[in-house]
């Protein structure tokens, strides 16, 4: 089991960058794949982006290819979400996840999530 900790959220202007950290508890951080979704105002949760448990892998939603980039230290259990270019539409309470086997995409394969952080991006 692992526990998820976000971090990094806060308001921003539109074409500022940001970067968000989620800790994850636990030993066996190396094991797991994670990823990270997004909820704005009024709409529901979606993915954004994720990594497989060596970095080896990324994926991206095609609203943030290259402008996101999903890292991960597993030395530190932490992984990353390097945010430029923000866009107002960006605004959203953003959560990381993970799960014990490949990579998905969808929210409803993960296991484990974080509490999330907020990032709002003004126009």
């Known amino acids: 089991q692992v526990q998820l900790v976000e971090s990094g959220g806060r308001l921003v202007q539109a074409g500022d960058s940001l970067r968000l950290s989620c800790a994850a508890s636990?030993?066996?951080?190396?094991?797991?794949?994670m990823g990270w979704f997004r909820q704005g105002p009024g709409k529901e949760r979606e993915f954004v982006a994720a990594?497989?448990?060596?970095?080896?892998?990324?994926y991206y939603t095609d609203s943030v290819k290259g402008r996101f980039t999903i890292s991960r230290d597993n030395a530190k259990n932490t992984v990353y979400l390097q945010m430029s270019s923000l866009k107002p539409e960006d605004t959203a309470v953003y959560y990381c996840?993970?799960?014990?086997?490949?990579?998905?995409?969808?929210?409803?394969?993960?296991?484990?999530w974080g509490q999330g952080t907020q990032v709002t991006v003004s126009s």
């Open positions: 996840a993970g799960r014990l086997s490949r990579v998905e995409v969808t929210a409803a394969e993960y296991d484990y």
């Open positions: 636990g030993r066996t951080f190396s094991s797991y794949s």
């Open positions: 990594i497989s448990s060596s970095g080896g892998r990324t």
